[in-house]
Every structure is written in C-alpha cells, then in structure tokens.
C-alpha cells in the first residue's frame, strides 16, 4: 500500500509531537543558507522550541544555493518533515514546521534578494559547510579565486555565493534605509561571526568602501558553537520515519538526544527566544568553540579516517575496536590539555559525553560523510592547536598522528570526497615509501608554514603514514 506524503493536512499520532503553533500564522523573520540536514535537525528544531515558548514573526525562509531537490521535497510536504531522537532507550519521533518558504537560489536568486532587502528579515544564518566561505588557504580572508567569490565581485548584483547573497542584501537595504540583518555563522570555523565579518566587508570593501563602513558600523555578525550529530539520510531512515509518522517523509532524519548551541548575544533587530529551548548565551564564545572543534571535531576526523583505513562504516563500528577507542581516548586526554576552562562545562565529564556519544550504536554516521572536505577542516582542528603547542616546545606527535592517519587513508583508498582531491590524489600517487608525507607539503596552503618548516614534525606524520603502507 503506497501512503500519503506528510503534509499540514497529516494527524500525527499521539505517539508524535508536531508544532505547538498556528502555522497559518508563522511569518518569516530568518533567512537560512543551506537547507541541508544539519540545519533541519538542529537550528529549525531550536526555532520551532522557541516559537513554543514565546511565538512572533521568526519563520524560516530555507534557501538551498544550488541544488532544488530538498527545496522541492520540502515544498511538497508544506515545509514539513520529521527527526527521530534515536539512543538505546528508543526511537522518539517528531514533526518540524518552523520553514515558511523554501527557495533555490540558482533558480529564484531575485527572490532570495527580496526577502534580504525586507525589514520583515532581522536575521541571517548560515550552514553551508567551511568551503563555501572562499577563505583564502593562506591569509584566511577573501579568496578572489574561488569561483563564487570570484562570481560575485565580477557581478555583484546577481551573486551566486554566501558572501555575496549577503553583500547584495546588505547593500539593497542601505539603499532603502532598512537596519542590516544580524548575520549568525553556524559553521565549525572558529570565531566563525569574526571571520564572517571579515569576509562581509572585504567583499563590500572591493565593492563600495562607504557600504563597508555603513555595514561596520551597523552591522552585527554573532558568533556561534553548534553540536548535534546527524547522520546522512538513507532508506532505512526514511522508512522508520514511514513506521512512526503514518506517512512517507522524503527528509526524515534520525540524530541523537544531545543538542547544544553557544551563542553571542550581539543582535541588531532582535530574535527568537533561542534560550527557552535550551540555547545558551555567552559574552565570548571562544571557549566553546575551541573545546568543540579540538576535542570532537578533531577525534571525529581521527575516527572516520581510521574507519576507512579498517573498512569501517560509520563511527559506532570503529568504536567497537579497542584499539581504535584507545587512540581516539588518548588525542582527547592530549587535547584537553590545550583548553582554558570553559564556563558551565566539565571537561571530563565532556570527554566521556563524546566518547558514549560516538559509539551510540543507533546512530549510522558514516566515515565517508565525516571525512569529506577534510582539507577545510583540519586546518581548526588539528593544525592550528599542533602549531600552538610546536610554539611552547613540545613536539605534537598527537596531532601528527591525525595527520598521518588522513594521508594515509587517501593513500590506501586513492580517493576522496574532498575540493583539493586532485591535488591530493596527486601527491598521494607521488608519496614514497621513505617520506610518504613529502608530496603532500608541497601543496600550497594546505599546511601552515610553521609545520612545513619543521623537519621533526614531518618525521613524525612520515612515521605514523609508515604504519599503514
């Protein structure tokens, strides 16, 4: 028997929550970059808890960049779908409804610009994966190479990336004498709303230096931790979405019970009551961010490439190998070491969080989907705490470790989902078995200068790539 789609018109089961609002009365206040799963189980989720609290216009307007597949299913459902909290005690189901409207900017960017100029938008936020900035590898502000920034300072008026979407909005309303949007980065870059910031008024700068100025002094660019993992959909998720709802849900997603959001309370026009559904304001959200990105970031990166190298689907099975739960325990004890206090939290007991957490054995997170764009993220979570410590005189053989175990698995596989995978599968075919890392340094931009200088590190990845050949 084939079922119905999840729509407004769907009654959920009792043993299924759905939005404690009128919907008919949502209207939008966010704008979101990246309508991908992340966003669906984590930031929608913190906006449908707050309109709960206390309701008002924060609708989200969810705006794919390029691919309208998620933007037409989500349509079809009437901005509808479902996440199902999964750990041992069971599977908890429940119905998001927080999206107002659904756009693809490759085909509606006149659209997306409209509602970036309205008033009725105070706030902006992006997931859209640490690539997609166009960070430059090496001085971390604007790449004029990469090809949507490239794009965007060639024609301003029709952007194609997040920057310049966000330059032309912001650029519109000063035009109409509208206050700027706050613009909220939730990607794992670290001080993630100053590099955003950064890149805003470079892109304006080239543009018109009196918008950059007029962004600068009225702008606001929050900094902001995210942490929840959400596994890549598959069939399976689709169809115990199908068991729990009565109905088909084409972006069902399973995640876990954890949730955690660190924000900056730095807003121009005001927002959501984020707090009430457990989001935690803080002056400076540094701390968190480092903690994040060092202690689970950087293990995961560990994990998923030990995985590969094992043949090792997802996470909970690397977490079956006592050798393997040894070496990820042992980087997070080296780690730990390079963390100021972070208030509120109990890096112990955090530790041992990350660890139950990883080996939730409902949770299907695979390595392949954790390893993707390693090259744009290993850079905040193993290099930049390896250089810290190479400065105060110790050898960073911990971070080494992760470095050779990446190289390595590129090695062995001869591929990788990755935006520098030719440059890497290059060096991989050139990587000897006396100095197997070699090839690799010589990539520009891809190690920092310090580690590249460092014959003794580069022993040390040499010695940990060795282990695998």
Same mark, same amino acid.
């Given at each position: 028997?084939?079922?119905?789609? &999840?729509?407004?018109?769907?009654?959920?089961?009792?043993?299924?929550?759905?939005?404690?609002?009128?919907?008919?009365?949502?209207?939008?206040?966010?704008?979101?970059?990246?309508?991908?799963?992340?966003?669906?189980?984590?930031?929608?989720?913190?906006?449908?808890?707050?309109?709960?609290? !206390?309701?008002?216009?924060?609708?989200?307007?969810?705006?794919?960049?390029?691919?309208?597949?998620?933007?037409?299913?989500?349509?079809?459902?009437?901005?509808?779908?479902?996440?199902?909290?999964?750990?041992? !005690?069971?599977?908890?189901?429940?119905?998001? @409804?927080?999206?107002?409207?659904?756009?693809?900017?490759?085909?509606?960017?006149?659209?997306?610009?409209?509602?970036?100029?309205? #008033?009725?938008?105070?706030?902006?936020?992006?997931?859209?994966?640490?690539?997609?900035? @166009?960070?430059?590898?090496?001085?971390?502000?604007?790449?004029?190479?990469?090809?949507?920034?490239?794009?965007?300072?060639?024609?301003?008026?029709?952007?194609?990336? #997040?920057? @310049?979407?966000?330059?032309?909005?912001?650029?519109?309303?000063?035009? &109409?004498?509208?206050?700027?949007?706050?613009?909220?980065?939730?990607?794992?870059?670290?001080?993630?709303?100053?590099?955003?910031?950064?890149?805003? &008024?470079?892109?304006?700068?080239?543009?018109?230096?009196?918008?950059?100025?007029?962004?600068?002094?009225?702008?606001?660019?929050?900094?902001?931790?995210?942490?929840?993992?959400?596994?890549?959909?598959?069939?399976?998720?689709?169809?115990?979405?199908?068991?729990?709802?009565?109905?088909?849900?084409?972006?069902?997603?399973?995640?876990?019970?954890?949730?955690?959001?660190?924000?900056?309370?730095?807003?121009?026009?005001?927002?959501?009551?984020?707090?009430?559904?457990?989001?935690?304001?803080?002056?400076?959200?540094?701390?968190?961010?480092?903690?994040?990105?060092?202690?689970?970031?950087?293990?995961?990166?560990?994990?998923?490439?030990?995985?590969?190298?094992? @043949?090792? !689907?997802?996470?909970?099975?690397?977490?079956?190998?006592?050798?393997?739960?040894?070496?990820?325990?042992?980087?997070?004890?080296?780690?730990?070491?390079?963390?100021?206090?972070?208030?509120?939290?109990?890096?112990?007991?955090?530790?041992?969080?990350?660890?139950?957490?990883?080996?939730?054995?409902?949770?299907?997170?695979?390595?392949?989907? =954790?390893?993707?764009?390693?090259?744009?993220?290993? #850079?905040?979570? =193993?290099?930049?705490?390896?250089?810290?410590?190479?400065?105060?005189? !110790?050898?960073?053989?911990?971070?080494?470790?992760?470095?050779?175990?990446?190289?390595?698995?590129?090695?062995?596989?001869?591929?990788?989902?990755?935006?520098?995978?030719?440059?890497?599968?290059?060096?991989?075919?050139?990587?000897?078995?006396?100095?197997?890392?070699?090839?690799?340094?010589?990539?520009?931009?891809?190690?920092?200068?310090?580690?590249?200088?460092?014959?003794?590190?580069?022993? &040390?990845?040499?010695?940990?790539?060795?282990?695998?050949?």
């Amino acid at each position: 028997m084939t079922l119905q789609r &999840l729509s407004s018109a769907t009654v959920l089961p009792e043993t299924v929550t759905g939005p404690p609002f009128d919907r008919t009365k949502l209207r939008p206040g966010i704008v979101h970059f990246g309508l991908g799963a992340f966003h669906r189980a984590h930031q929608a989720v913190y906006t449908q808890k707050a309109l709960e609290a !206390e309701f008002g216009p924060w609708g989200i307007v969810a705006v794919n960049l390029r691919s309208p597949e998620p933007v037409k299913a989500i349509g079809e459902q009437d901005g509808l779908y479902s996440i199902t909290v999964r750990d041992t !005690e069971g599977d908890r189901s429940e119905v998001i @409804g927080s999206t107002v409207d659904w756009i693809c900017a490759a085909d509606q960017r006149d659209q997306v610009l409209a509602y970036l100029a309205s #008033p009725d938008i105070r706030i902006v936020t992006l997931t859209v994966s640490e690539k997609a900035y @166009g960070l430059h590898p090496t001085t971390g502000g604007l790449d004029p190479d990469h090809p949507s920034v490239a794009a965007d300072l060639q024609n301003p008026q029709a952007p194609v990336g #997040p920057i @310049g979407f966000i330059v032309e909005g912001l650029a519109l309303r000063r035009n &109409l004498d509208v206050a700027p949007f706050t613009v909220l980065c939730c990607d794992n870059l670290p001080s993630n709303g100053k590099i955003l910031r950064r890149l805003v &008024l470079d892109m304006a700068n080239r543009r018109d230096p009196a918008l950059a100025e007029w962004i600068a002094e009225n702008g606001a660019f929050p900094s902001s931790m995210v942490d929840r993992i959400v596994p890549a959909a598959t069939e399976e998720t689709r169809q115990r979405a199908s068991r729990l709802l009565g109905v088909e849900d084409a972006l069902a997603l399973d995640t876990e019970p954890f949730l955690q959001w660190v924000i900056e309370d730095e807003f121009v026009s005001g927002r959501p009551q984020w707090e009430a559904a457990g989001a935690l304001f803080a002056v400076d959200v540094e701390p968190y961010e480092k903690m994040k990105l060092r202690l689970l970031n950087g293990s995961h990166t560990l994990l998923a490439h030990l995985g590969l190298l094992d @043949g090792l !689907e997802c996470t909970r099975d690397v977490m079956t190998v006592e050798r393997h739960v040894d070496d990820v325990e042992r980087h997070l004890n080296t780690v730990v070491k390079t963390l100021d206090p972070v208030p509120g939290i109990d890096l112990s007991a955090y530790i041992q969080q990350l660890l139950q957490r990883f080996a939730n054995p409902t949770i299907a997170h695979r390595c392949a989907q =954790i390893a993707m764009d390693t090259s744009q993220k290993i #850079p905040q979570r =193993i290099f930049g705490p390896a250089v810290e410590v190479f400065g105060q005189g !110790e050898d960073g053989a911990a971070y080494a470790h992760v470095v050779g175990v990446w190289l390595a698995a590129v090695c062995r596989l001869q591929d990788c989902n990755d935006p520098r995978r030719d440059e890497l599968l290059s060096a991989a075919a050139r990587s000897s078995d006396e100095h197997p890392s070699a090839p690799f340094f010589e990539i520009p931009g891809l190690f920092p200068q310090a580690l590249i200088d460092s014959q003794a590190w580069r022993v &040390l990845v040499d010695a940990e790539m060795k282990q695998w050949r």
